[in-house]
T-cell receptor, first 111, second 110 residues
Framework: DSGVTQTPKHLITATGQRVTLRCSPRSGDLSVYWYQQSLDQGLQFLIQYYNGEERAKGNILERFSAQQFPDLHSELNLSSLELGDSALYFC??????????FGPGTRLTVL | KNEVEQSPQNLTAQEGEFITINCSYSVGISALHWLQQHPGGGIVSLFMLSSGKKKHGRLIATINIQEKHSSLHITASHPRDSAVYICAVSFYSGTYKYIFGTGTRLKVLA
């Protein structure tokens, strides 16, 4: 158990809908990262937050947004969902050592 | 050409064998990461290194910054080592970036 929690574990929704994925980092970790893993694209970095502020941005679509709240949990919002958004979404957290600890992932299926 | 390339893509070994997985990258990096992804999907960070060598149990990771190359070695392999091993690099280019290799699927037979 990495200490990083993600909810929900599975999510099935329809095209055009909007969903929110939630991540709670390890106790004391200020950084949260979001990743997408799809069958055709592999693992891709989406975005990083540090203590509530956006720190780095990767291949995140404009339809996607994220935020980190004062209690350090983070949410990834995916809107206008398309079939191609079906993927595993991982959250990771890190502390001062920068080593990342991954959550169990949320499997999103868009029908 | 991908910025991070791993080899081999697939590897089958007998229990007890010494295993090497290679990772080459084409950009200047802050750090290189080795991850392990189990069949159930969970990801574990094995190593983060920016120079030299690190060892954890039967796992050894090395990096040669000049040659832009890293290796992950598994000594005395065991069926529980069966997983996908992913190399990733992090670097700063206007903002921090993280780029992943496509992974090496390892199967260790008893």
């Amino acid at each position: 158990d990495s200490g990083v929690t993600q909810t929900p574990k599975h999510l099935i929704t329809a095209t055009g809908q909007r969903v929110t994925l939630r991540c709670s980092p390890r106790s004391g970790d200020l950084s949260v990262y979001w990743y997408q893993q799809s069958l055709d694209q592999g693992l891709q970095f989406l975005i990083q937050y540090y203590n509530g502020e956006e720190r780095a941005k990767g291949n995140i679509l404009e339809r996607f947004s994220a935020q980190q709240f004062p209690d350090l949990h983070s949410e990834l919002n995916l809107s206008s969902l398309e079939l191609g958004d079906s993927a595993l979404y991982f959250c990771a957290s890190s502390g001062q050592g920068y080593e990342q600890f991954f959550g169990p992932g949320t499997r999103l299926t868009v029908l | 050409k991908n910025e991070v390339e791993q080899s081999p893509q697939n590897l089958t070994a007998q229990e007890g064998e010494f295993i090497t997985i290679n990772c080459s990258y084409s950009v200047g990096i802050s750090a290189l990461h080795w991850l392990q992804q189990h069949p159930g999907g969970g990801i574990v960070s094995l190593f983060m290194l920016s120079s030299g060598k690190k060892k954890h149990g039967r796992l050894i990771a090395t990096i040669n910054i000049q040659e832009k190359h890293s290796s992950l070695h598994i000594t005395a392999s065991h069926p529980r080592d069966s997983a996908v091993y992913i190399c990733a690099v992090s670097f700063y280019s206007g903002t921090y970036k993280y780029i992943f290799g496509t992974g090496t699927r390892l199967k260790v037979l008893a």
